[in-house]
């Protein structure tokens, strides 16, 4: 991965009979394709403390399908640690399709359990456990969500001006987001916009942000900053509709930007929509934060021009 490769792009989008819009986009979609813009991010610290502790490999969680599974595998690999994969579902195994497949080549161990085992993914007691069944492993959480991770994703605006009023970006677990609170200056709102159902996300990037400010005056400032889109789902995390789809082949055609429907495609929908409507006023400056996810999006390679 490089991240001098992460650039900034000034884009000019038109849509329908309006003006075009201006905005910069930070494309650290571009970092590695498969350690996918913000995984590398949220990774890096994480594996830096590895090292720093002489752990032999680190050890994380994902879905079937997880982005940061594969990316932990490569990373990993990358710095020369082990690693091991905890799966959600003990009916999958690693021929179960391409992410799978992907992670032993990087040296990943794939472990499968059941989803009900997996909810257990936080609870400090299973934590313990696995910590006395793989003592040379770091122990990463599902998607990075950890302060190693926040820090990370504190980087991703070294390279901008960072004197933007509105930013947009897509959100999981809110870790990336998390970061991004915590670099940008007052003027700006970070407009979050999840991929999951549900209002979860504005707490649990609290919780987040105290792991760093520990102070939670301090975290309910910053949480001034954050918008958090709770409808622009589309339906749910992996519901993928044909109006969400065709947007992303538009955009491709308009400005050869790819989007994944999981993840990027929402957040763009959302800023695209946040201009039509005026949200965004016209000397407004705007940036799009390209996470990533292209590897995720295969399952849809039918229905999008690109893949
Ligand atoms: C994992 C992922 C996200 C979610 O990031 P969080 O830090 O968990 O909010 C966003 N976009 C893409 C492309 C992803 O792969």
Same mark, same amino acid.
């Given at each position: 991965m490089?991240?001098s ?8 989008l038109?849509?329908?009979k ?5 905005f910069?986009?930070q494309?650290?979609?571009?970092i ?5 813009g913000n995984k ?5 610290y ?6 720093e ?5 680190v ?7 997880s982005?940061h ?5 490569k990373?990993a690999?990358?710095? &020369? +640690?082990? !690693?091991?994969?905890?799966?959600r579902?003990? %009916?999958l195994n690693?021929?179960?399709?391409a992410t #799978?497949?992907a992670?032993p080549?990087f040296?990943m161990n794939?472990i ?5 085992e ?7 007691y ?6 006395s069944k ?6 990463v959480?599902e ?7 926040v820090i990370?994703?504190q980087?991703?605006?070294?390279e901008t001006?960072n004197?933007?009023?509105?930013i947009y970006?897509a ?7 998390a ?6 200056p007052?003027k700006?709102?970070v &407009? +979050?916009? !999840?991929?999951l159902k549900g209002?979860?996300l %504005?707490k649990?990037i609290k919780?987040l942000l105290y #792991? ?14 954050l918008?958090?889109v709770n409808d622009?789902?589309?339906g ?5 509709p ?8 538009t ?7 790819k989007?994944d429907?999981i993840y990027t495609?929402k957040?763009?929908?959302k800023?695209?929509n ?6 965004i006023k016209?000397?407004d400056k705007?940036l799009?934060?390209?996470t990533?996810?292209l ?8 229905k999008?021009d690109f893949?």
């Open positions: 490089n991240t490769k992460a650039v900034l792009e000034k884009v000019r038109s849509i329908g309006g003006e075009p819009f201006s910069d986009i494309r650290d979609d571009l590695d394709p498969i350690i996918s590398w991010r949220k990774l890096k994480n594996l830096l403390k590895a090292e502790l002489f752990k032999l490999g050890l994380t969680f994902g879905g079937p399908f982005n599974l594969i990316a932990t595998a990373a690999h990358h710095f &020369n +640690l082990k !690693s091991i994969g905890i799966v579902g003990n %009916e690693q021929d179960s399709n #799978l497949k992670c080549d040296g794939l499968f359990i059941s989803r009900s997996y909810q257990r993914k936080d609870d400090p299973f934590l313990k456990e696995l910590s793989y003592p040379d492993y770091f122990i959480p998607g990075g969500k950890n302060y190693y991770g990370g994703c980087h991703i605006l070294k001006d004197d933007y009023d509105h970006l959100g999981g677990t809110g870790t990336t987001a970061g991004v609170v915590l670099s940008v007052d700006t709102t &407009n +979050l916009v !999840s991929a209002d979860f %504005e649990e919780q #792991l760093v400010l520990n102070d939670n005056q301090l975290v309910d400032e910053y949480m001034q900053r918008n958090v622009g789902h589309f749910g995390y992996a519901k993928v044909e109006e969400l789809l065709d947007f992303i082949n955009i491709y055609s308009k400005i050869q930007l989007l429907p495609g957040a763009f929908y800023l695209v946040d201009f039509e409507n005026g949200t016209v000397n705007v799009f934060i390209h990533g996810g590897q995720g999006a295969q399952t849809w390679k039918d999008i893949l």
